[in-house]
């Protein structure tokens, strides 16, 4: 704590020093002043104009600073999009960490949300243009705007806690994850600390408000400077902060703590697969899993029977989950699942025609099975194009007018011979040129959504914040374009259907069990232009390949 102080009050004189800088020119002039009226100089000549040259320097320096202060004063620092949860929500949850923060003797938050990542922290919101619109907090990232200041809160922080973590974690465990969060609500309270981090969050936000505006040019660049001064101290103050808290908390619950971090990790692991390998495909198509928090449940159940290390994970399902802490956790689940498709994915705030939830039960059958033949529908178009380039595919061209049937022999003819590894490599390039261009207009729509509907375009508009894969190969995009057609072809000719693997995503059924084998034989037809264990491989599923697959 006394590193943390340190640190505040070294970001305090850096104001302090900005401040008398910025007053030295005026300090001059009144120097001068005094001196030629009591007559210690001259009035007159060269000490005249001397006067007169700082008094305007004073002047335009005091108007620059003054309008500096307002920007920084009025400048609203960015909020973290949150799902709010009021008291009468969630009073056991409240309880909880009231209970928790008496026991620590700091101050207990002053309320709660949750964000869609596996993360927690203490997110003050006092600032007076938060104060006016509390909505906005509960929502969407607000933009960093000019606000008018009113009189200075001194409400606690609020305790921002990771939506995973409740449905993953039992009550014990959440307690002793919040017991160091909760504690830095205690040097949150600290008059110096408050007031370096307020300074800092100011800078910040004037920063971003003078971006892109030139006659805020100079704010800007006094602020970056500022900032760069303070930066050093203030991340040597926060380490100080969380040292602190992490010290006062070590009475509480400490062995718990232990196995709450090894579950925070897990926590990690399955959320990011759920949403890279389960999420996404129903986000690209206009669908949100409304349950992804009950989803990630599933998704680290399974993920403690396939792997050894997670051994004994399973038993603790039995205890209380920290979920149960709320009164309606159905509601809260879609609420941050909403979020988490604004944030990763940049959607719509609200549900429409093309933009609609989509319950677990319902996945294998409305976003598995369509992905799939769109997925398919995409290569038969890519295909139809390469029909006008003999020189790279063997089979001859059909007439004109007749266009080829979406089969999987198809594509096999397409891919074994001679010039199987020119059509592969030219099949790769423009499945990426066809996803890259409906991702450009899924992405101008958002946009679009986002100014038509008055949502906010700092998150909506520039959105995905966050990218969650990185741009496939085009190799990798037609073996999976490959692997869609003959899912495809299994489910209409073979009795297959489609499923849902809690940590791979799409899955096809076979007898109603998950059937593996296929990726190694797709990768083989396309690498090596061998098709033969694929041929294999449909044989033993008793896939007809010549049979034409159902298209979206």
């Known amino acids: 704590m006394l590193v943390a102080r340190a640190q505040a009050l070294a970001v305090l004189r850096i104001r302090s020093a900005a401040l008398a800088v910025a007053l030295l020119p005026a300090a001059a002039a009144v120097v001068l002043a005094a001196g030629i009226a009591m007559g210690r100089i001259p009035d007159g000549g060269a000490w005249s104009t001397a006067r007169w040259a700082v008094l305007g320097v004073a002047v335009l320096t005091l108007a620059l600073t003054a309008g500096v202060a307002a920007v920084v004063a009025r400048a609203r620092p960015a909020l973290s999009p949150t799902v709010a949860i009021p008291e009468e929500k969630a009073p056991d949850l409240y309880r909880l960490v009231r209970d928790l923060a008496e026991r620590l003797e700091v101050p207990a938050p002053s309320a709660m949300a949750l964000t869609p990542d596996c993360d927690s922290w203490l997110e003050d919101r006092t600032h007076p243009a938060h104060c006016a619109g509390q909505g906005a907090a509960n929502g969407p990232r607000p933009r960093r705007a000019l606000a008018r200041p009113r009189r200075r809160s001194t409400a606690a922080p609020v305790l921002v806690i990771g939506s995973p973590f409740l449905w993953w974690m039992r009550v014990a465990e959440l307690r002793a994850l919040l017991a160091p969060v909760v504690a830095g609500t205690g040097p949150a309270a600290h008059p110096d600390i408050a007031a370096a981090r307020r300074f800092v969050r100011g800078l910040d936000a004037a920063v ?36 602190a808290a992490s010290e006062r908390a070590q009475s509480v619950d400490y062995g718990l703590r232990i196995v709450a971090q090894e579950q925070v990790g897990l926590a990690y692991a399955g959320w990011d697969r759920l949403l890279n390998r389960v999420a996404l495909p129903a986000w690209r198509m206009g669908r949100w899993p409304s349950r992804l928090d009950a989803g990630v449940v599933s998704a680290l159940t399974e993920l403690s029977r396939r792997d050894r290390l997670a051994e004994g994970f399973a038993s603790r399902l039995g205890e209380r989950p920290a979920c149960d802490l709320l009164e309606e956790p159905g509601a809260i689940d879609e609420a941050a699942s909403l979020l988490a498709a604004r ?15 989509v319950a677990w039960s319902q996945y294998p059958e409305e976003v598995v099975d369509r992905k799939w033949r769109l997925e398919a529908a995409r290569l038969h178009r890519v295909l139809d194009v390469l029909d006008a380039l003999p020189a790279l595919t063997p089979a001859p061209a059909p007439p004109a007018g007749m266009a080829a049937a979406p089969t999987v022999a198809r594509v096999l003819e397409r891919l074994v011979g001679p010039a199987a590894g020119g059509v592969a490599e030219e099949l790769g390039a423009r499945l990426g040129a066809e996803v890259a261009r409906e ?33 496939r190969s085009g190799r990798e995009l037609l ?16 009795g297959a259907a489609p499923g849902l693997d809690w940590l791979d995503g799409p899955a096809l059924l076979v007898g109603g069990a998950r059937r593996p084998g296929l990726a190694p034989t797709v990768l083989s037809l396309i690498e090596e232009g061998d098709d033969a264990p694929l041929r294999a491989w449909l044989g033993e599923v008793g896939v007809r390949p010549e049979k034409p697959v159902r298209l979206v």
Request: proline share 9%; glycine share 10%; hydrophobic share 45%.
């Open 439 to 471: 991702a450009a207009q899924e992405e101008l729509a958002a946009k679009r959504s986002a100014y038509g509907t008055g949502a906010d375009p700092w998150v909506d508009g520039l959105s995905p914040l966050f990218p969650l894969q990185p741009p």
């Open 343 to 357: 944030l990763f994915h940049g959607g719509p705030a609200e549900s429409g025609p093309d933009w609609s939830p």
């Open 208 to 243: 971003a408000v003078a971006a892109g505006r030139p006659a805020l040019a100079f704010v800007g660049g006094a602020a970056r400077l500022l900032l760069s001064s303070c930066r050093a101290h203030a991340a040597e103050m926060e380490r100080g902060v969380a040292a």
């Open 479 to 494: 073996a999976d374009h490959v692997t869609a057609m003959v899912c495809c072809a299994a489910v209409d000719t073979a």
